[in-house]
């Protein structure tokens, strides 16, 4: 709840909103904006309804924050937050392209396919050790034997890796071997997780759950955000849609509105949206242009023998080309200002 005073607005006025916002237990902060004072308060449990605070002495107009009145939001940190992965910045203007495939299905197939994206320009490689599958008798990765192979992959191409974590009490281990932590769609209202990830020090990338809403997302973060980490990237994957033509369907608009909500890098991932490769190109050139920070690619050296999305993965050749036209689209998006 943001509430902006009159100019004239006296101080015993101001003071009057600050006591009730305090007996809400509500964190407080004042500002003052063209000369007026402008007192935002948030609660764990939101805020009531606006009308009773329009009509305090002083009050000019109430803004409820649906949005904003989070650590993540928008209003309470106006800049970008820059998420630093080593040497590698995500947030800050530049295109991270995360590529590698779905699981780690050996350690030949993993190096194999981080050597080749590596070289085709990717600057984070992912590759997956536990596997959240709708069967469980689905191949369920590798387990601590393929979190050894990533950190061989950091250790021979330099990049940073990224990695799925889907328990709590597994938190510790995958973050011993990844520079970042990724929680995907089915966890994303995961709390037991979410507060796990928030408790340890590496940064975390926030898939959007699959039927979840872009604001149910931007909660998901600020429970992570609440127990100390801020190092939190959003990404869109596509949520459930009625049409069966494409795995999910490829929300765009929540790159900019999750932008405008928060202070967070967000990236799309286009495999798991799209679940087939002819039309990842196009989705993550999308992406790109719409304001994603970066995005995430499906790659296998041989699509037809993965173990876990076969369908979706792009060759490297194909990859490699990706990121030409990414890279285009991208400098293309950087107008010269100065003529
Ligand atoms: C993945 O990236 O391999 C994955 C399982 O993604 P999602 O959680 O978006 O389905
Ligand atoms: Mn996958």
Same mark, same amino acid.
């Given at each position: 709840?943001?509430?902006?005073?009159?100019?004239?607005?006296?101080?015993?006025?101001?003071?009057?909103?600050?006591?009730?916002?305090?007996?809400?237990?509500?964190?407080?902060?004042?500002?003052?904006?063209?000369?007026?004072?402008?007192?935002?308060?948030?609660?764990?449990?939101?805020?009531?309804?606006?009308?009773?605070?329009?009509? !305090?002495?002083?009050?000019? *107009?109430?803004?409820?924050?649906?949005?904003?009145? +989070?650590? $993540? @939001? =928008?209003?309470? %940190? &106006?800049?970008?937050?820059?998420?630093?992965?080593?040497?590698?910045?995500?947030?800050?203007?530049?295109?991270?392209i995360v590529a590698g495939p779905c699981a780690i299905e050996?350690?030949?197939q993993m190096l194999e396919t981080a050597r080749l994206v590596a070289?085709a320009?990717a600057t984070m490689i992912r590759g997956d050790a536990?596997?959240?599958?709708?069967?469980?008798?689905?191949?369920?990765?590798?387990?601590?034997?393929g979190?050894?192979i990533l950190?061989?992959v950091r250790?021979?191409t330099?990049l940073p890796v990224v990695a799925e974590?889907?328990?709590?009490?597994?938190?510790?281990?995958?973050?011993?071997?990844a520079?970042v !932590?990724r929680?995907?769609? *089915?966890?994303?209202?995961?709390?037991?997780?979410? +507060?796990? $990830? @928030? =408790?340890?020090? %590496? &940064?975390?990338?926030?898939?959007?759950?699959?039927?979840?809403?872009?604001?149910?997302?931007?909660?998901?973060?600020?429970?992570?955000?609440?127990?100390?980490?801020?190092?939190?990237?959003?990404?869109?994957?596509?949520?459930?849609?009625?049409?069966?033509?494409?795995?999910?369907?490829?929300?765009?608009?929540?790159?900019?509105?999750?932008?405008?909500?928060?202070?967070?890098?967000?990236?799309?991932d286009?495999s798991?949206?799209?679940?087939?490769?002819?039309?990842?190109?196009?989705?993550?050139?999308?992406?790109?242009?719409?304001?994603?920070?970066?995005v995430m690619i499906d790659v296998h050296p041989?699509?037809?023998?993965a173990?876990v999305d076969? *369908?979706?993965a792009l060759?490297p050749?194909?990859f490699?080309?990706?990121?030409?036209?990414?890279?285009?689209?991208?400098?293309?998006?950087?107008?010269?200002?100065?003529?």
């Open positions: 709840m943001i509430i902006v005073m009159h100019p004239e607005a006296t101080s015993e006025e101001v003071a009057q909103i600050v006591a009730r916002l305090q007996d809400l237990d509500a964190d407080i902060h004042i500002t003052s904006e063209g000369g007026r004072t402008v007192v935002s308060g948030t609660t764990e449990s939101r805020l009531a309804d606006e009308a009773p605070w329009a009509a !305090l002495p002083g009050v000019e *107009r109430v803004v409820p924050v649906l949005r904003g009145g +989070r650590r $993540v @939001g =928008r209003h309470f %940190k &106006p800049e970008d937050t820059v998420v630093e992965v080593g040497d590698l910045t995500i947030g800050d203007g530049s295109l991270t050996s350690r030949e070289a320009g536990f596997k959240p599958r709708t069967s469980p008798y689905a191949f369920q990765g590798l387990g601590k034997a979190l050894e950190a061989e250790d021979q330099g974590v889907l328990d709590p009490r597994e938190v510790d281990l995958v973050a011993s071997y520079d !932590l929680v995907g769609t *089915r966890n994303m209202s995961n709390q037991a997780l979410l +507060r796990e $990830v @928030g =408790r340890q020090s %590496k &940064p975390v990338m926030l898939k959007r759950g699959r039927a979840s809403t872009i604001d149910e997302w931007i909660d998901a973060a600020e429970y992570i955000h609440n127990e100390g980490n801020s190092q939190i990237v959003l990404v869109e994957r596509g949520i459930r849609g009625f049409d069966p033509s494409a795995r999910n369907t490829l929300d765009i608009s929540a790159v900019p509105l999750a932008k405008l909500a928060t202070h967070l890098p967000v990236m799309v286009p798991h949206a799209a679940g087939r490769r002819d039309i990842v190109a196009p989705l993550a050139r999308a992406a790109v242009a719409a304001g994603a920070d970066g041989r699509p037809s023998e173990m076969g *369908r979706q060759v050749e194909e490699g080309a990706l990121v030409l036209e990414l890279e285009a689209v991208a400098g293309a998006l950087r107008v010269d200002s100065s003529g």
